[in-house]
């Protein structure tokens, strides 16, 4: 098993064990392959909860565990169901009801070539959530539940959209994969499709995989990637100034719940009560029930409130970098790099679908524990747009953020802002690459690149997208810088 991983596992509120660990590793198993067979674990749960429609994000990671298990089955199929109406149907051999049922997938997800994979979730009703590595189960025990609480994706019906996350895979390598789907009134839909670094869908009866061993698997860290990388902004110190920039809007509306379109952007037609700009703080929030605070140089009714905060975060050292909420009340959505805002122009606000967390804490529930990760480069500034929602009462947000090394932060030294004086086309992107286990930048393929993005051997001469030496009119050479065609290629 994997003893080495030494990274934070969040526990959700309803937990009462004690913190777990975790990593930004994706891990796969090592199974000798004839303990494998084609296809998946698929188990059927049943709840009595169609009077609250909207189920907590501990009640999808494993609170249904708790259920009764109506059905279970072993299939060789690919994951996708659909039904108009409130009905009896029959699929992956199995027959039943469609309302208020929650339907668990385990398999090992095989890689035939390394590279990014992107999972995504179409127009899903009601919800589903990926999990891949130690985060779906242990390897050599598909019947368990992984130790730690951080997905890959979760999409929910509030934003019926498509929704995709990618993930550096290595070939060879078999992956455990769970993924939950729950759904409590008609209509049911469900379609995850995973596309292979080259952009085509495979066939899931082909890569998922059972495991019939006796539980003797072992795991092994994979190559260390994270799931997401970001562009940076290069920034003169002139322009700069400590601290981040927050703006305060108020609504009337008695809504328990926000839809995700609100926190993206919506929010900026409200009506603005309050504003500050360099503020040299953490970036934390707490009342205990509705009054009117003071915080950040600001007074303000704290019910009610969407809070804007802007900032961009300096990157001293290049690597995954967790951001994490903590038992936020009401909600929160954070965007960092080009999603956030642009480069030097923070009215500029950037995709409204693509943020890195999202957490709205259940009407009457409480919230869970949810983190993100994203890899950074250092001396770059990124964007950074964290969108606060408080519906009444009680307010509080806590957003901590650790560095690669495990370390916390310090949010008072790391964030800043431009002035608006100073907001002009003098900032540029900074592109970031993967890297390889020695640092090196590399490309899609896994072929170190230089620092234009072009592929390039380890003494720096050009090479082709596959890592073959190549002359200055692109045509593969051997390694005395001879050309030849593909077949004749040696390195």
Not at 18 to 32: G, K
Not at 105 to 134: H, R
Not at 219 to 234: E, I, K, L
Not at 465 to 477: C, E, L, M, R, Y
């Amino acid at each position: 098993m994997i003893i080495q991983l030494l990274f934070l596992y969040w526990l959700f509120a309803f937990a009462n064990a004690d913190i777990s660990t975790y990593t930004s590793n994706v891990a796969a198993c090592e199974i000798p392959t004839n303990r494998l067979q084609p296809g998946f674990s698929v188990n059927i749960y049943s709840y009595n909860n169609l009077a609250t429609p909207t189920l907590a994000l501990d009640e999808i990671f494993r609170g249904y565990t708790t259920l009764s298990k109506r059905y279970s089955n072993t299939v060789v199929s690919s994951i996708s169901l659909s039904a108009a109406g409130p009905t009896t149907m029959t699929a992956w051999g199995m027959t039943f009801g469609n309302e208020a049922i929650i339907i668990e997938f385990f398999s090992y997800f095989y890689v035939d070539q390394t590279g990014f994979y992107a999972f995504q979730s179409n127009n899903i009703d009601d919800g589903v959530m990926i999990l891949i590595g130690l985060a779906a189960f242990k390897c050599g025990d598909m019947s368990g539940i992984g130790n730690g609480y951080t997905y890959l994706l979760y999409q929910r019906y509030e934003n019926p959209i498509s929704a995709i996350s990618e993930v550096y895979l290595e070939k060879g390598q078999y992956y455990p994969l769970r993924i939950v789907y729950f759904n409590n009134e008609s209509p049911i839909f469900l379609n995850v499709n995973i596309q292979d670094s080259n952009g085509s869908t495979l066939d899931q009866e082909t890569v998922l995989f059972n495991d019939i061993s006796d539980g003797s698997a072992s795991g092994f860290t994979a190559m260390y990637y994270p799931t997401s990388f970001a562009t940076g902004c290069s920034i003169p110190a002139t322009a700069l100034q400590q601290g981040f920039d927050v703006n305060v809007y108020t609504y009337s509306s008695e809504s328990s719940t926000m839809s995700p379109s609100v926190y993206s952007s919506e929010y900026k037609s409200l009506s603005k009560v309050a504003s500050n700009n360099g503020v040299v703080s953490s970036i934390s929030l707490s009342a205990p029930s509705a009054y009117t605070m003071t915080t950040w140089g600001m007074t303000f009714l704290n019910s009610h409130i969407f809070v804007e905060i802007l900032a961009y975060l300096y990157v001293e050292v290049s690597g995954v970098y967790i951001f994490r909420n903590t038992n936020i009340d009401d909600g929160v959505m954070i965007f960092i790099a080009e999603n956030a805002f642009s480069c030097c122009d923070s009215t500029d606000l950037g995709s409204s679908e693509e943020y890195i967390l999202y957490v709205q804490k259940p009407s009457g529930k409480s919230s869970s524990y949810v983190d993100s990760n994203v890899y950074l480069t250092a001396g770059g500034y990124y964007p950074l747009r964290i969108v606060y929602y408080n519906r009444s009462g009680s307010a509080y947000l806590i957003l901590p953020i650790t560095d690669p090394s495990g370390s916390s932060v310090d949010q008072q030294k790391a964030l800043f802002n431009v002035p608006p004086l100073s907001q002009t086309n003098m900032c540029e992107l900074i592109t970031v690459y993967p890297t390889d286990s020695g640092g090196q930048p590399t490309n899609s393929n896994g072929v170190p690149v230089n620092s234009d993005g072009q592929p390039t051997n380890s003494d720096g001469a050009a090479t082709n997208s596959n890592g073959q030496p190549t002359n200055s009119d692109g045509a593969a050479t051997n390694s005395n810088g001879q050309p030849t065609n593909s077949d004749a290629y040696q390195q």
